[in-house]
């Protein structure tokens, strides 16, 4: 994501400019849509040539099937959801799901962001194989006891009802006009990994989500006259009734159902680029229409290639300081953004968003425990389109936001890889976004811009569909840079030793 403004920087340092369009990242990847044979298990190649790898590998994927009807009288989306547990390396006894619509059913992040109207998920009828499960709710988080364990090699389907109503005014999950944003709306199945489950709560700071590759089959029912924008290959025309749609190798399953946008379509090479604008958007959708083929162009020839065909970038608000937001196949951003010399269109922020498709959306990572590596990561990348597309320099902002993230330090003591909670809203874009892309432009002073583009593109081809860490990043830059950077990182986001001995 991006944010608006933060506080700390505006007071003393700094271009409103570049804090505008720190919002909210989603990234929703697409994968080609393989068709029926995929739905029996027989999986014919996708971009990345997966063929039988993939196949073996998509049993250790969830695989969710979500039936949707929306409802635009009363802002609800009803209907059923079924998710097969991938295999498993342990028995597991329980299971965890994030309800996160349930934030806002009692907002608890102050007046200023709090929706107009309540929004809420609810379940019921959840069954496990076919047998009734208990299940115990707390906020955004709800815990389903297994009726009996599952064996690791046992396969296991969970079916549950759900009905979720739209908040208005809402963070990201967003009733407005008529259109219905569907962010994290259904039960999303929580992350077990080494630490065990993760079932952190909702926080207002960062993007609070956290979610392993999956495989999704959701079919929508809408009124008449509605589009749908989603993580999947959509078609751009109104639905008649009802329409399937299926994507693989995603993290999370994004839509927006819709009467008030029109779509500008282009290519950038291979990859459908749709760009959603309402009336009034005209000027900005061109102009943003241009960025995102080109971003789309620039970070699939620096990082490595874009593995779904489509990309839709959707302009909006998307809540209470958010600039644009980042899902699998899905961005979404405002369509201009204020400067000294006036209001121009929201370019690093679409280029921003863009960019997570490949830190976020491919790369994954845990976004609750170590933010700094999708944010820092994309930050730096918009900032080098921004150089290298639009010739914008940003150097002394950088130098300036690491001179300032250096006193927060250490008045504070937090540093730039802390958990989400750690973070006050004003300070959680300086040491989060900017210090981490201020250290990547130092290091390419220290090693060369080259080997800082091999470094991110040996992580994104090695991490691909997968959750990297921190230490994974450090792992690969060292070897990437053929020495120790250990240091050079210790400094940058750990606040220990002294910059200068880096490298
Ligand atoms: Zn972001």
Redesign the pocket.
């Known amino acids: 994501?991006?944010k608006w403004v933060d506080r700390r920087m505006r007071r003393g340092i700094v271009e409103l400019r570049f804090w505008v369009s720190?919002?909210?990242?989603l990234s929703l990847a697409l994968i080609a849509l393989v068709g029926e044979l995929d739905r029996r298990g027989m999986r014919t190649q996708t971009r990345f040539s997966m063929g039988q790898a993939a196949a073996e590998q998509s049993a250790f994927r969830p695989v969710y099937r979500i039936d949707a009807n929306y409802d635009e009288k009363s802002d609800t989306v009803t209907g059923r959801m079924e998710v097969t547990l991938p295999k498993r390396s342990e028995e597991w006894k329980e299971v965890y799901f994030h309800l996160y619509p349930n934030a806002f059913r009692r907002w608890q992040w102050g007046e200023h962001s709090k929706p107009k109207e309540a929004g809420y998920l609810d379940v019921s009828a959840v069954k496990v194989n076919g047998q009734k499960a208990q299940t115990h709710i707390d906020g955004t988080v709800m815990k389903l006891q297994l009726p009996e364990p599952l064996a690791p090699d046992q396969s296991a389907r969970i079916e549950m009802n759900y009905q979720l109503k739209l908040p208005k005014g809402g963070s990201r999950l967003n009733a407005f006009g008529r259109t219905a944003f569907l962010a994290q709306w259904y039960p999303m199945l929580a992350v077990k990994d080494q630490d065990g489950w993760h079932t952190e709560p909702y926080t207002s700071v960062g993007?609070p989500f956290y979610t392993r590759i999956s495989d999704f089959e959701v079919t929508f029912r809408v009124p008449e006259g509605y589009r749908l924008i989603t993580s999947a290959d959509d078609r751009s025309e109104p639905v008649k009734g009802e329409v399937t749609l299926r994507q693989e190798n995603i993290r999370d399953f994004a839509a927006v159902i819709t009467k008030d946008y029109e779509v500008i379509k282009g290519k950038a090479d291979d990859v459908e680029v749709n760009l959603w604008y309402q009336k009034g958007m005209e000027r900005e959708a061109k102009a943003l229409h241009r960025a995102a083929i080109s971003a789309m162009r620039f970070f699939g020839s620096q990082f490595g290639p874009y593995p779904y065909r489509e990309v839709d970038v959707v302009l909006g608000e998307t809540g209470y300081g958010i600039a644009?937001m980042?899902y699998p196949g899905l961005v979404t951003s405002i369509p201009k953004y204020p400067t000294r010399e006036g209001e121009r269109p929201a370019v690093n922020v679409v280029a921003?968003?863009l960019a997570?498709q490949w830190w976020?959306g491919v790369v994954g990572n845990n976004q609750v425990k170590e933010p700094w590596l999708?944010?820092g990561l994309?930050?730096f990348s918009e900032l080098l389109y921004m150089h290298d597309q639009v010739g914008e320099d940003q150097r002394e902002f950088l130098v300036r936001a690491a001179k300032v993230s250096d006193e927060i330090h250490e008045k504070e003591g937090v540093t730039s890889v802390e958990p989400l909670y750690k973070y006050s809203d004003s300070i959680y874009g300086l040491m989060v976004?900017t210090r981490p892309a201020a250290m990547l432009w130092e290091l390419m002073d220290e090693i060369g811009k080259e080997k800082v583009l091999e470094i991110l593109r040996t992580y994104y081809d090695r991490y691909k569909f997968q959750v990297a860490t921190t230490e994974d990043f450090i792992r690969v830059a060292n070897e990437v840079a053929g020495k120790d950077l250990t240091p050079f990182f210790n400094r940058w986001l750990f606040f220990k030793g002294d910059i200068r001995k880096a490298g």
């Open positions: 994501m991006r720190l919002g909210l990242c993007d644009g980042e921003h968003e997570h976020y999708d944010e994309t930050t976004y």
